[in-house]
């Protein structure tokens, strides 16, 4: 395995610069030789069709940095927490579990196996949309974690 991996959260209300930041960096990462994508987490922009009110990237800061899970699903579509925390535990660790696993494999160990649990309680964890909406955000006990098994 060739290092650890970074994975780098620009946390931040709508519209503060988020992309921004994220584009610079990305440029600084591609001088180190480095392959950047942005895998957004914003439940709204994961909509077609809600760009302006979600503060999605436009077309050019996309050209400048890929943006995944932003504008898969139709407004209409029904789409779960634990939905979407499968699609972006595919996106964020798909590729290096899969590097990972091979190797293991080779050296005749077990693969690492993830599974993303998301649950219900008393605690707020994220705001979804305007203020107005946040007594419906991720409600739940501060338990929701990824567990690894070997």
Known sequence: MSGA????????PTAVGKTSVAIALAETLR???EDPVAVSCDAIQLY???ELISGAPTAAQRAALEHR????????EEFSAG?????AEAEIAGPVLTDV????????????EIRTAVR????VAGAIGAAPRWEYAAIGTPTSRAVAEV
Do not use: D, Q
């Open 31 to 33: 001088e180190r030789g």
């Open 101 to 112: 696993n091979l190797e293991l494999g080779e050296r005749g160990e077990g693969p690492v």
């Open 69 to 76: 899970l932003v504008g898969i699903a139709e407004p209409s």
């Open 5 to 12: 991996v970074e994975l780098v959260a620009i946390c931040g």
């Open 48 to 50: 077609r069709g809600l």
């Open 83 to 87: 939905r979407f925390a499968e699609l």
């Open 120 to 123: 219900s309680g008393p605690v």
